[in-house]
């Protein structure tokens, strides 16, 4: 049991098995002002959980009502944010009402950007339930929804008013998407924690032992970014190793690939594309690619660079002609480079 206290625009806490899903009810009515919960959840998560959720608040004296949707980054649109607006008025929500994000990265995402715009902002809740919401997503505030055009193109940074994650629940993951999480975690260990790579080198697995510790570790590097940089001005962008060509490949896929195997494959990539241009050690690169390869990640890529390049274009992270780029120094270490798009292209070129 622990809890991470986050020093953000608006300060919470993150509670690591402090709190099981069925209390979580109790720490809602310790919120102040709170007239009622709404629950948010997807298709996948509702039918596990959302009763039991459902219940600790009705147990703590609290109304709730919830909104569920079709499971997938596929529901991560205006639409299903629209319709979730909906749902919380014809509930009856008002700006006291809080919002709880109980599901992955997407239902966070959507709940949270609900949370954030509703009557101009309203309390949220994160309770993660996938390892990729729990080390990543549900802390630091990032709420969107996609556009056709791209990932995360409409949102808001939106801090919660606190983050639930009970590590029971992801004994119920199915393996693939323990996996993708998995990605986001040997992500930390790249960008800032070395002893992480090397706790987790030994491929982490469902109940494991080591998980309630790799998650503190991950959320604690994820707090120290978050308080150094809230709004991606700059060190937050380190969290984005990986991202710009798994969101590449997301895309290309059309989603086929989920976020952490395409993050997964984005990273073996730069590491191989630092590596030729003598950024990073071939050893540390070497490292890197085969614990990618022993979670069973792709390390290679199944586009050709072209396409990877011109899918890259639409990320955020291109300023005009410049694209901000994660590079891998080593393990444990990463630096920002605003590359020309010239240069961008280079360093795709050389990743696969
Ligand atoms: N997932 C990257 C960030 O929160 O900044």
């Known amino acids: 049991m622990s809890v991470v206290h986050v020093s953000a625009s608006k300060p919470y806490d993150i509670y690591i098995n402090e709190y099981r899903l069925d209390e979580v009810g109790r720490l809602c009515a310790t919120m102040p002002r709170v007239d ?20 600790s608040v009705r147990s703590s004296g609290l109304a709730w009502d919830s909104f569920v949707f079709p499971a997938g980054e596929r529901s991560k649109t205006l639409e299903t944010y629209g319709r979730l607006l909906v749902a919380m008025a014809e509930a009856g929500c008002t700006r006291d009402s809080l919002v709880v994000a109980l599901g992955g990265g997407v239902t966070g995402d959507i709940a949270g950007f609900a949370a954030a715009t509703y009557m101009r902002g309203c309390a949220c ?37 606190a983050v639930v994650i009970d590590t029971s629940v992801l004994a119920t993951l199915e393996p693939h998407f323990f996996t993708d999480g998995c990605a986001e975690v040997i992500k930390y260990g790249v960008i800032a924690d070395a002893g992480l790579f090397d706790m987790i080198q030994q491929p982490l697995s469902l109940q494991d032992p080591r998980l309630e510790q790799v998650i503190f570790r991950c959320v604690q590097v994820k707090r120290d970014v978050v308080e150094a940089d809230e709004q991606e001005r700059g060190l937050r962008q380190t969290l984005n190793f990986g991202h710009t060509l798994g969101h590449s490949i997301e895309s290309l896929s059309h989603f086929g690939v989920t976020h952490g195997f395409a993050v997964g494959c984005g990273m073996a990539l730069m590491a191989r594309g630092c590596q030729r241009l003598g950024i990073c050690d071939p050893s540390d690169a070497s490292r890197l690619i085969g614990v990618l390869a022993s979670y069973g990640f792709d390390v290679e890529a199944s586009w050709p660079p072209e396409q990877l390049y011109s899918a890259a274009l639409q990320d955020k992270k291109r300023h005009g002609s410049v694209m901000n780029v994660v590079a891998m120094e080593g393990i444990g270490k990463v630096r920002i480079d605003a590359l020309p798009l010239e240069q961008f292209k280079q360093l795709v070129e050389r990743s696969v």
Not at 150 to 157: D, H, I, P, R, S
């Open 36 to 55: 009622k919960a709404f629950i948010v959840s997807d298709s996948n998560v509702a039918p596990l959980y959302l009763d039991r959720v459902g219940e």
């Open 125 to 161: 809740i994160q309770v993660p339930t996938s390892l990729l919401a729990c080390v990543d997503s549900s802390v630091g505030g990032k709420t969107a929804v996609d556009l056709p055009l791209g990932k995360n193109l409409v949102g808001a940074f939106f801090q919660p008013d």
